[in-house]
Every structure is written in C-alpha cells, then in structure tokens.
C-alpha cells in the first residue's frame, strides 16, 4: 500500500508563493507518475500538474502554466509543487496522486490515479 501526505498550504496573499510536497511511503516513488490535483468548495476535482517518473514529461493545464512548478526527488521519494504568483481564485484543497504506472496514459485524468494523499488547504487572498 502506498501512502501520500501532503503539506506546505497555508494561508498567503495574493501574489504571493508556496512550496507544497508529498511525501510518498509504501512503494518504490520511482516506479509512479505523480500529479497534482485540487478541489475548492462547490466545485469539481481539477487537474493542477503530473510529471512522468524520470521527470521527462511533465503537464500543465493553461491555467496554471507560468506559475506552478511540479517536481520530484525520487532518492526522497517526495513530490513538490511550487505555486507562484498566487490567485485568489487557487484558493483549494490540494491533493498529491500516484498512478502505478511511470508514465500516465492520461495525466490529466483523476481516474488514471492509484493512491490519493489527504490533502492540504491552500488560502489565496486578494
């Protein structure tokens, strides 16, 4: 069994930066595609960033391009997102993802993932 936490939200100004990380434990983290995904209040789960194992391919959705950064530490087994030029409308829960597989059929699926962490609350305000 795989395991996933996630920390580093917080509350921060518009504008402003965050580093959020997923520890993984449980299973071999270089033998994942990892993603990153978020939920606010009233809407849907939202595709954020994934990176392949090797971190040789990595997605974005527009709305986050130019601002967020995924990265890994497979030698840590811990996934990373830095989160800069901050939005209210990023306010979220943020959740770390692991698919079973090193590189996602579809990335930006939430369905294409394995094992999901807790999730960490992210608070933008303006």
């Known amino acids: 069994q795989v395991q996933l936490v996630e920390s580093g939200g917080g509350l921060v100004q518009a504008g402003g930066s965050l580093r959020l990380a997923c520890e993984a434990s449980?299973?071999?983290?270089?033998?994942?595609?990892m993603g990153w995904f978020r939920q606010a209040p009233g809407k849907e789960r939202e595709f954020v960033a994934a990176?392949?194992?090797?971190?040789?391919?990595?997605y974005y959705p527009d709305h986050v391009k130019g601002r967020f950064t995924i990265s890994r530490d497979n030698a840590r087994s811990i996934l990373y997102l830095q989160m800069d030029t901050l939005k209210p409308d990023d306010t979220a829960v943020y959740y770390c993802a692991a698919d079973d597989q090193k590189y996602s059929r579809d990335p930006y699926s939430f369905a294409s993932y394995d094992y999901w962490g807790q999730g960490t609350q992210v608070t933008v305000s303006s």
């Open positions: 449980g299973g071999t983290f270089s033998n994942y595609a």
């Open positions: 990176i392949a194992w090797n971190s040789r391919h990595i």
